[in-house]
Every structure is written in C-alpha cells, then in structure tokens.
C-alpha cells in the first residue's frame, strides 16, 4: 500500500480510537441516556448504511475496489442487516422516534449532500472510518442494551466480527481506487470522515437544548 494510504489510514484509525475511548461511562449513564443513545445510533445507521455504500459504489470506478464494495453490500442485504438492527432497537425498548431523528438531523444531512457528490476517494475514505468505528463501538453499544435489560445481540455480535474483515478491505478499495482516480489538489482526503465523526458525535453526546 502506498505511503499515501497508510498515512490516511493511520489518522483515520487515531480519529476512532480517540472516539471510543472518550465514550462516556455506562455506570454514569441514566437509563434514559442509554436508551437515547440507542436510538440515535439505530436513527442513523438502520436507513443510511446501505445507501451511503451503495453512494461509494456508484461513485468508485477502479476494477479492483468495486468488488470488494459488492461484497460488503451484499452480505448487508442478504443477511437484512437492517432488520436485524431495527431488531436489536426494538429489544432495547429504544426504538428512535422522531425527536431522535431530529436530533442528528443536521449533521445526518451533511453526510449525506457529502456522499451526493460521488467523490469516489473521499467517500471511501469516509466509509473505512464508518466501518472501523461500528466494530470498535459493538462492545459498548452491546453493553447499552444489556444495561437496558436486553438480551437480543444478534446485531452486535455479528458486526463485531465481520467489520474487522470491511474495514481492511475498504482500505485496500481505497489504495486501488487513489491509483486510477487520485484526489484533487484541493481535496481533503478527510472532508467527508469529519463529517461523519461529527455525526457519531451527536449520536453519542448529543444533549436536548432545554437542558442546557
Ligand atoms: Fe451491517
């Protein structure tokens, strides 16, 4: 992989576990904060994981990226990664309405006129850190629902193990696709992976305006 790449991958890779590790502590999380960050969590992923992907697809033209793209869509489709999350909320009694669809509405939007603009380079970028996080997050978001006294942790289980394999892949799509359609001189490799941290930021530290 070129120098290019494991430079990205590296502050892609520092981003999630600066992250994870500033994750509030459960045992200092009410209930109702535990649930909140459920259902902002399900809010963004359950409609816009395989429409962000299926973006990068479009958007990506080197021969060697897009399968692994395929792959990754076809295992989220055939296996309804989607119901098994929505599952999962429901399990948690965390089920998103619509004040917490409202509250990532802003930052959701961004990311997704981001990804409209099919910059192949950026949007895979974007997806590597979107990948690497989840899997990074399992245990915690696990840890949330159990809290809540579920027991349904199919989707947690699942994405646990097989984001590690995606999100290496996605950064080998990413090495392939720089070498066929390089970004431009006055692209930011990170532009879109900002936008998606500050949006899993709301999901997790999100904080209704009344109380503030
Ligand atoms: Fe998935």
């Given amino acids: 992989m070129d120098a290019q790449v494991i430079a990205a991958q590296r502050k892609i890779e520092t981003m999630i576990d600066q992250l994870i590790q500033g994750l509030p502590r459960i045992g200092e999380l009410s209930r109702e ?5 459920i259902a902002r969590y399900s809010a963004v992923l359950e409609g816009n994981f395989i429409y962000w992907m299926t973006a990068t697809l479009i958007a990506t033209q080197s021969p060697d990226a897009r399968p692994i793209i395929l792959e990754n869509l076809h295992e989220e489709v055939r296996d309804a990664h989607p119901a098994m999350l929505r599952r999962f909320a429901i399990a948690a009694r965390a089920y998103p309405t619509d004040q917490d669809a409202l509250a990532v509405n802003e ?3 961004k990311v997704r006129l981001f990804l409209g603009r099919l910059s192949a380079v ?6 590597a850190f979107f990948e690497g996080f989840i899997q990074r997050f399992m245990g915690y ?3 949330l ?3 809540q006294g579920s027991t349904e942790m199919e ?3 699942v994405h646990g193990v097989c984001d590690i394999a995606h999100t290496e892949g996605l950064f080998r799509a990413l090495a392939a696709e720089m070498s066929v359609n390089p970004l431009g ?5 990170l532009e879109g992976v900002n936008l998606l941290r500050a949006l899993m930021e709301q999901v997790v530290f999100y904080r209704a305006a009344a109380l503030a």
């Fill in 145 to 147: 629902a159990a809290a």
């Fill in 155 to 157: 989707y947690t289980d």
């Fill in 141 to 143: 978001l696990a840890a």
């Fill in 33 to 37: 904060e535990r649930r909140d960050i």
């Fill in 122 to 127: 950026q949007s895979l970028a974007t997806m």
């Fill in 107 to 109: 930052d959701l939007t």
């Fill in 185 to 189: 001189p006055d692209q930011d490799l």
